[in-house]
């Protein structure tokens, strides 16, 4: 399969395990690949990685979202996958785009976005920023949003800060 028939696949067995909410998504993932046996063990690897990653991670927003307060589900709503219509969407006020700087540039310059993180830089090769509407930097759930982010941020860093330190040592 090429990358964008994986792409397909995932987007195809995640409908499914969405369209079956009271089945397992293993069991829906079962029937899929047994339907599609034309499908190599390589390739429902790479799609069944995927598939299960885009669900984690769903249910850990959906996680968040219930502890902040919103009343939002993320089983409902707009998903984009392209990079433009994320922006348009962020500017037409539908909610917070996670975007590549370069791609977030010009709106930014202009004042059409703002960053949600203006006082971090981090510099790398691929670098994204989380932006919105200047009128929406005041909506509590933006406000819940960006400190979730950075409580996510710190973990990962302390997390990784404590992998590379030399082991405690205790004195007797």
Same mark, same amino acid.
């Given at each position: 399969?090429?990358?964008?028939?994986?792409?397909?696949?995932?987007?195809?067995?995640?409908?499914?395990?969405? =369209?079956?909410? #009271? @089945?397992?998504?293993?069991?829906? *993932?079962?029937?899929?690949? /047994?339907? !599609? %046996?034309?499908?190599? =063990?390589?390739? #429902? @690897?790479?799609?069944?990685?995927? *598939?299960?990653?885009?669900? /984690?991670? !769903? %249910?850990?927003?959906?996680?968040?979202? #219930?502890?902040?307060?919103?009343?939002?589900?993320?089983?409902?709503?707009?998903?984009?996958?392209?990079?433009?219509?994320?922006?348009?969407?962020?500017?037409?006020?539908?909610?917070?785009?996670?975007?590549?700087?370069?791609?977030?540039?010009?709106?930014?310059?202009?004042?059409?976005?703002?960053?949600?993180?203006?006082?971090?830089?981090?510099?790398?090769?691929?670098?994204?920023?989380?932006?919105?509407?200047?009128?929406?930097?005041?909506?509590?759930?933006?406000?819940?949003?960006?400190?979730?982010?950075?409580?996510?941020?710190?973990?990962?860093?302390?997390?990784?800060?404590?992998?590379?330190?030399?082991?405690?040592?205790?004195?007797?």
């Amino acid at each position: 399969m090429t990358p964008a028939a994986r792409i397909a696949a995932t987007i195809e067995l995640l409908a499914e395990v969405e =369209s079956a909410p #009271r @089945r397992p998504a293993d069991a829906v *993932a079962n029937d899929y690949f /047994r339907a !599609r %046996r034309f499908i190599g =063990s390589g390739d #429902r @690897r790479a799609v069944s990685e995927r *598939a299960w990653a885009v669900l /984690r991670r !769903r %249910r850990r927003l959906d996680w968040w979202l #219930r502890h902040a307060g919103a009343d939002v589900t993320t089983q409902r709503g707009m998903r984009i996958n392209n990079s433009a219509a994320v922006l348009q969407a962020a500017i037409d006020g539908q909610g917070i785009a996670l975007a590549r700087s370069i791609m977030a540039h010009d709106d930014l310059a202009a004042g059409r976005l703002v960053r949600l993180f203006p006082e971090i830089v981090v510099p790398a090769a691929l670098a994204y920023y989380v932006v919105y509407r200047p009128e929406c930097s005041s909506l509590a759930r933006s406000e819940a949003f960006r400190s979730w982010l950075f409580e996510e941020a710190e973990a990962a860093r302390a997390a990784s800060s404590q992998s590379f330190s030399s082991p405690a040592t205790k004195n007797i």
